[in-house]
């Protein structure tokens, strides 16, 4: 598709006005697939290939099949859309390759939408699922004995034909995603093109207006008035610490170096924080557009992108952006017969979360073990082989494009007065709808969590939100209605982070997450400093003690005394923030500390030493526990209420499974 | 760092590491770069592999292991083909888990962490797998063996791999001309 045509804007213009008429009018049928991480582990790369084969075989080769990048709702995976001319896109969720062949020979070729495998389909049989399971429960619960799974079956089954589905029903039903709760208060700004665009061809990134903000800078403006306009729109770092963008570029520029170097920092390594994958994944060329312009602004002639290595589909196609971007002039020697020169070069990390701190990104750039360094001085005077260095993350990138190409006052109609722009999360956890999402800054987390999450599951009770991964704190429900931005976050004793939001609901204990965290900051310290190498090991072994049941109250005090030392004395950001998510648990839920000291019981009955298993009198004396216990901790007569022991007892739970009356529980 | 399989001084695969390092002259911060493919050619980082990218590069055999150690992702030891994790979680234990670990390294003659001569397994031993109800468990790459009670089982398992395994190779050798096809799709 991409040919060398020399390198001039004027070419450039000609093919986004070529690619975008394609796309926007495809001759035939555009179809998409979904092939981010997330959809190829969900099987889109099988429904690819199987739409692939059965488009061949009915020889229907103009139609243009292509891949796309994250459109954010991972439970409808893998996800095909079909364009067609004068027509409504069409939607299809949870394509296997059986789906694919059917679609392809019903809609591709006849022009018939099959309906009950679009997204409205999809959301009519659940629908219908959801209302024959409250039937058969409101029919069963008049039944007082047990029943078992196969009469359950065939009773439901009998609902099924009483009901009726009426056609008209349909009509409340979304039709496509942007009509789903889930998208209403989203505002897709850095994801604008995740979804639509192939992310492996630079043509149809360049038809949505790719480099066309590269054009504005590279020809009619200063060095000085991009970092200008980048300062006034008051654009803050994505990553987590939220330092004005602009401002960090203006120390670079007027540092006088031989040499500058712009980095692209990829090395998302929060646990349930996937938002700069996406990016990657599904719109490459809009931060490699954002690293030419920062080289520009600054004065650097280098750049590159350090990206995990556990990313090989982000690094695959950020691979093939660059080589793309080097055929039209975009990157290289006099860009655009321009007199700047840049280029591009990709650096893997290998499994250490402590390189996304800045200093040890660049130690491990250069080759070496990647451990922090003190600050100052700041990379941006003393930075990678000691020249300046600008350091940003991916989606703080993403915003810059659109920041030049429609200025500042653009940027701040979203968001608030000292956050502005919108934000991108993972949310995750115990919500309904899990997913990538992005909000204008300013929204409320109970937004977030309820409308556009749905809430938790089953009707469970919300109990707090971990923002900011393993460097930040819980919010809980009185906070929830405190706007979505740097500072208030922060007031509120946790932080922005880089956009992992993990839901808690009452079945989780705040002290077992507490534990996870630190067991996580233990296994990433760098291992260079006293406070965080050895605080976060002792703070381990405390809260082990505590969901253990061998703690004394003093711990408590002791956990909060670690803590403070950590902020205070540790190196970087890893130790400084490694016992965040302890305190901000020890001072919201103390009492659930407390009871697991003093009482020797975890109020969720999640920390397995304090769990007792207890057989009440609904017991009938089936011996189905007793027969099923891989330890043999249950006895008893038949006929007669059993016991566990709870001193050989695994705490497995598979007698709580499995038994028919729920006799017993955990205590 | 362990040496459980010689790497042969003359083995093709430096040759190929020598074009990369080639490639690399001059440019600064290569020790990663130059590790990273080392793992890809080998599949792990012997001693011997850290010896020759120092004498290519210059760099001392001591930076390049305080890399190597540094980041989880490098190997510096060599993993088999199909790894065998035996659960180690209690309600295994006391099924009799221990034995299963035992028998397992009596049949393949290695200790656990290490690796079988044939180079075809590699025993560690788990924390729970969460399958408390099928115990004893073990599990070989992402397949699951359950209730093994009868400890003869293991052996049968062994030679289910090791026969896959030698089909797989006994059929690249009959076709010669299989390689050449499979790159020319017409």
Not at chain 1, 446 to 453: K, L, N, S
Not at chain 2, 154 to 165: G, T, V
Request: hydrophobic letters at 40%; a negative charge; proline letters at 4%.
């Amino acid at each position: 598709m991409i040919t060398k045509t020399g390198t001039s804007w004027a070419n450039i213009a000609n093919l986004r006005k070529c690619t975008l008429a394609e796309l926007e009018q495809p001759e035939h049928f555009r179809v998409t697939v979904g092939m981010a991480t997330c959809g190829i582990s969900a099987g889109a790369d099988l429904t690819f290939e199987a739409l692939r084969q059965e488009i061949e075989r009915n020889d229907l080769s103009d139609i243009s099949l292509e891949i796309t990048g994250c459109i954010g709702l991972c439970s409808f995976e893998p996800i095909v859309e079909i364009y067609e001319k004068g027509k409504e896109k069409v939607s299809y969720v949870k394509v296997d390759p059986v789906k694919a062949i059917t679609i392809v020979r019903q809609h591709l070729l006849h022009g018939e939408p099959v309906e009950e495998f679009t997204l409205r389909g999809f959301l009519r049989q659940q629908r219908e699922q959801k209302q024959r399971d409250a039937e058969a429960h409101s029919y069963l619960s008049h039944k007082l004995e047990p029943v078992t799974t196969t009469e359950l079956d065939s009773r439901s089954r009998e609902l099924v034909i009483e009901e009726e589905s009426p056609e008209s029903e349909l009509a409340g039903l979304p039709e496509h995603f942007t009509d789903l709760p889930f998208y209403k208060k989203q505002k897709r700004q850095v994801l604008r093109n995740c979804g639509y665009i192939n992310p492996e061809r630079i043509d149809e990134a360049i038809a949505l207006g790719a480099y066309a903000a590269l054009e504005r800078a590279l020809t009619g403006m200063s060095a000085k008035a991009v970092i200008e306009c980048i300062t006034d729109s008051g654009l803050r770092g994505r990553g987590g610490a939220g330092f004005p963008t602009g401002i960090k570029w203006s120390f670079a520029a007027r540092e006088k170096a031989e040499e500058k170097y712009f980095i692209c920092n990829a090395d998302e390594g929060d646990p349930g924080a996937f938002m700069d994958r996406s990016v990657l994944e599904g719109d490459p060329h809009a931060v490699l557009e954002a690293i030419i312009i920062g080289g520009y602004a600054i004065g650097a002639s280098k750049g590159f992108i350090y990206v995990r290595a556990e990313y090989p589909t982000a690094v695959k196609r950020l691979n093939i952006a660059i080589e793309q971007a080097h055929e039209l002039g975009l990157l290289g020697d006099h860009i655009m017969a321009s007199d700047f020169s840049f280029d591009i070069e990709l650096r893997l990390g290998a499994g250490a979360f402590v390189c996304g701190e800045e200093t040890a990104l660049i130690a491990s750039i250069e080759g070496g073990r990647g451990m922090p360094r003190n600050k100052p001085p700041f990379p941006a005077a003393h930075g990678l082989y000691g020249q300046p260095t600008i350091i940003n993350n991916v989606e703080t990138l993403a915003n810059v494009p659109g920041i030049i190409l429609n200025g500042s006052q653009w940027f701040r109609r979203i968001g608030t007065e000292r956050s502005p722009g919108t934000k991108v999360f993972a949310l995750g956890g115990k919500v309904e709808h899990t997913g990538l999402l992005e909000v204008p800054m300013g929204i409320t987390l109970r937004e977030v969590i309820f409308d556009i999450g749905g809430g938790c599951p089953d009707n469970k009770k919300f109990k707090a939100v971990q923002t900011g991964g393993p460097s930040g704190g819980c919010i809980t429900e009185e906070n929830l209605d405190l706007q979505v931005d740097f500072d208030t976050l922060k007031a509120a004793g946790s932080m922005m982070g880089s956009g992992g939001l993990i839901v808690m609901d009452e079945d989780n204990c705040m002290v077992d997450i507490a534990r996870f965290y630190t067991e996580f900051t233990v296994d990433e310290s760098c291992g260079q400093c006293v406070p965080c190498r050895e605080g976060t090991k002792r703070m381990l072994e405390i809260l082990e003690r505590i969901t253990g049941g061998h703690a004394q109250m003093e711990d408590l005090d002791l956990l909060e005394e670690l803590g403070e030392h950590l902020q205070l004395s540790s190196l970087c950001a890893l130790g400084q923030t490694a016992a965040n998510p302890v305190l901000s648990t020890l001072r919201q839920f103390r009492d659930e500390y407390e009871t697991h000291i003093r009482d020797k019981q975890c109020p969720s009955h999640v920390c397995k030493n304090l769990l007792g298993y207890i057989i009440t009198d609904k017991c009938k004396g089936c011996t189905k526990c007793a027969r099923i216990c891989p330890v043999h901790a249950i006895s008893g007569k038949p006929r007669e209420i059993h016991e566990i022991d709870l001193d050989i007892c695994t705490r497995c739970g598979l007698c709580i499974e499995n038994c028919a009356f729920n006799a017993i529980e955990r205590r | 760092m362990c040496q459980s399989k010689q790497i042969e001084v003359n083995d093709p695969r430096f040759l190929e590491l020598d074009k990369f390092l080639k490639k690399l002259q001059g440019e600064k911060g290569i020790a990663m770069m130059a590790l990273q493919k080392a793992q890809q050619l080998f599949g792990y980082l012997p001693l011997e592999v850290h010896k020759h990218i120092s004498a290519r590069t210059g760099i001392s055999v001591a930076e390049l292991y305080g890399v190597s150690s540094f980041y989880s992702q490098f190997l510096l030891e060599a993993e088999g083909k199909h790894r065998i994790s035996v659960c180690m979680g209690t309600a295994c234990y006391v099924k009799g888990a221990q034995n299963v670990l035992d028998k397992l390294c009596e049949l393949l003659e290695i200790k656990v962490g290490e690796v079988s001569a044939d180079g075809l397994f590699s025993i560690t031993a788990a924390r729970c797998i969460g399958c408390c109800g099928l115990a004893p468990v073990i599990m070989i790459d992402e397949e699951v063996y359950a209730n093994i009670v009868d400890l003869n089982e293991l052996e049968q398992i062994l030679d289910n791999y090791r026969l896959k395994d030698a089909a797989v190779g006994a059929a690249s050798l009959a076709s010669p001309g299989g390689k050449a096809e499979a790159e020319d799709p017409a």
